[in-house]
């Protein structure tokens, strides 16, 4: 199980790695296009159809990072009000939930990619290619999450439950302040 | 099942799983599932969930959102933040409440830059709250001011939330960033003097002190020098879209494009701080971004129940005053932001509102930014305001969460007041907005 876990952990670092340089490469991709259009030169074929995708890939592949360091957005009125007890069940429960839902998820999406793969799905815009490219993303994502999840759940077993608001600000990190 | 009980019971359902802790995205995921399967009509309905979760985020219109925060991202982790903060602490002297007003004064000018309201408010309470402490400043006194400039980011350009907004609800994100300069000013100017005005009056809330560091030469050319090329940027994003050279997602590329080329002119960036600065931009907009995929099927299924239509139709046949429903409009917003995040305020509340809004003829950008408005306020009331969370986690221990809430009140009522104004005289927004 620990073996699968620190595979995931890779995953899901190489995940976010990925979800960053979408980022960056969606802007200097339209920055170039710009640029480019001011001095008259043509615009990039199908840049705002790869843009769209950036898009989608680095909000999917930066989720179970957000999993992994609690970033995620989370109400925790009752969180931070209730004994160490009820916090741990409530996170239990919130874990299984995200399990649940990410097998759910990740089977829909598998069995929908399968089936784009078998028809030959392909999509038609600027860009033309097969659907199956990027419907892995989605199965994906939700395979690192869940297990992501499962791991979290292990680890609360050891672990008091933080109930502290700040560590649910994503994007914030005590160290990094100045 | 009537709309009705479809809304009641979606609707409790979001605030109970809410309760539990459960990521807000995932709260809509679960509800997503059961109203897939039982209003879409069994599997179909699960796969026409999986496909708006890829079409949900692929929008090229959402694309400014990872790129302001981004700007924000650069400006915090270079340092070119605290720079500007020494600037304009060393040309801002005899103010009662001085650190009080400077972080006012430097808060509007990262907003002109800095489409992170979290990065703003992090940045400006971890640096300024301990030095206002230090020197006996009363905490409301000394948080007040972060807390509220964090509400100014989200209205003057480049802001995340406006773009959103504008992307959802149909309305011209650059009218939204344009129409926001003007309030975003007047609410800075007036979170200023009030400020003054207080400390003025009871100078025990903010005692003056000795400056013990080295006096710096020429702070105006001081200012000049480090606060023009922040100016410059926003300029860039701003001017390229009125221009019309730029659409709204192209003008925040090269806004992250010219922020990353200054920081480095500055010799202020490295490869730890780019590298950081994109981890916490995939963060931040990551959050943001994975509530819409879920929140959007959640205003299908509504919308498919027949929840929107018959919510939009019962307001139409009450033959109450304009005035009136929008005054309704904006409170439902107000009492949603206390237990609410903003982005799933908009994914719930635009699919009932737009109809309504484009049936009645309104500005559509004099509404938006009421209701950016209403999301500023959001971010400060209790439970859920999410700069109060970010404020205690920069805060020295001993802050309690209930004093920032004590502090954040006066701006909550400053920023009503701006909407009261706004809503009285229109042109405050209307007038530099291009006609569509």
């Known amino acids: ?178 | 099942m009537s709309w009705g009980s479809i809304l009641t019971l979606m609707f409790a359902s979001k605030v109970g799983l809410l309760l539990t802790a459960l990521p807000v995205a995932f709260v809509f995921f679960i509800i997503n599932i059961v109203g897939s399967y039982l209003i879409f009509g069994g599997f179909p309905g699960l796969e026409q969930m999986v496909r708006n979760e890829q079409l949900s985020v692929a929008q090229f219109s959402l694309v400014p959102i990872p790129l302001f925060v981004l700007m924000g991202e650069v400006l915090f982790h270079t340092g070119l933040a605290m720079k500007s903060i020494d600037a304009v602490d060393a040309v801002i002297r005899r103010v009662p409440g001085r650190l009080a007003v400077v972080t006012l004064v430097a808060g509007t000018i990262f907003s002109a830059i800095s489409g992170s309201t979290i990065a703003t408010t992090a940045m400006l309470g971890s640096l300024l709250l301990p030095q206002m402490l230090q020197r006996n400043y009363e905490p409301k006194t000394a948080m007040g001011p972060i807390l509220a400039i964090g509400g100014v980011d989200i209205l003057i350009p480049p802001s995340g939330l406006a773009v959103l907004l504008g992307s959802l609800a149909g309305i011209s994100i650059s009218g939204l960033l344009v129409g926001g300069i003007v309030p975003g000013l007047i609410l800075a100017a007036l979170f200023i003097g009030y400020v003054i005005l207080r400390c003025w009056l009871n100078p025990e809330l903010a005692p003056t002190y000795e400056d013990t560091g080295a006096p710096v030469a020429h702070p105006w050319l001081n200012l000049i020098v480090t606060v023009l090329p922040l100016i410059g940027i926003f300029a860039l994003v701003v001017v390229s879209m009125i221009g019309g050279w730029a659409t709204p997602t192209e003008a925040s590329a090269l806004g992250a494009l010219a922020t990353v080329l200054v920081a480095l002119l500055y010799r202020q960036l490295t490869w730890e701080s780019l590298q950081k600065s994109l981890m916490g931009t995939a963060s931040i907009s990551g959050a943001l971004l994975f509530i819409i995929v879920g929140a959007t099927t959640f205003a299908q299924l509504l919308s498919f129940s027949g929840a929107t239509a018959g919510l939009v139709a019962l307001i139409e046949s009450s033959n109450l005053p304009q005035t009136v429903i929008l005054i309704g409009m904006l409170t439902i917003l107000l009492v949603l932001g206390f237990f609410i995040d903003q982005t799933s305020i908009m994914m719930i509340t635009l699919p009932f509102y737009m109809p309504i809004l484009r049936a009645m003829g309104v500005d559509l950008v004099w509404f938006g930014i009421l209701y950016l408005l209403c999301m500023q306020i959001g971010l400060l009331t209790p439970p859920f305001g999410l700069l109060l969370f970010v404020l205690k986690g920069v805060s020295p221990p001993g802050i309690t969460v209930g004093l920032i809430y004590r502090a954040a009140i006066p701006y909550v009522w400053l920023t009503i007041l701006m909407m009261v104004l706004i809503f009285v005289f229109p042109a405050i927004v209307t007038a530099f907005v291009a006609s569509p």
């Open chain 1, 1 to 178: 199980m620990q073996m699968i876990f620190r595979l995931n952990g890779w995953l899901v670092r190489l995940l976010c790695i990925l979800a960053v340089a979408s980022i960056a490469a969606m802007t200097l991709g339209i920055s170039a296009e710009v640029v480019l259009r001011m001095f008259g030169f043509p615009s990039i074929v199908g840049l705002i159809e790869l843009t769209e995708y950036g898009l989608f890939i680095s909000t999917f592949f930066a989720a179970p990072h957000l999993l992994r360091t609690n970033e995620h957005i989370r109400v925790d009125i009752l969180m931070s009000r209730v004994d160490q007890t009820t916090a741990r069940n409530l996170e239990y429960f919130a874990l299984a939930c995200i399990i649940l839902i990410c097998v759910i998820t990740g089977a829909v999406s598998t069995l929908i990619m399968i089936g784009n793969i078998q028809s030959a799905t392909l999509i038609f815009k600027d860009l033309i290619f097969p659907q199956w490219w990027l419907d892995w993303i989605i199965p994906l994502t939700s395979l690192a999450m869940a297990v992501q999840a499962l791991e979290l759940m292990v680890m609360l077993k050891s672990h008091p439950v933080s109930t502290e608001a700040s560590e649910h600000v994503p994007g914030l990190r005590a160290e990094e302040l100045p």
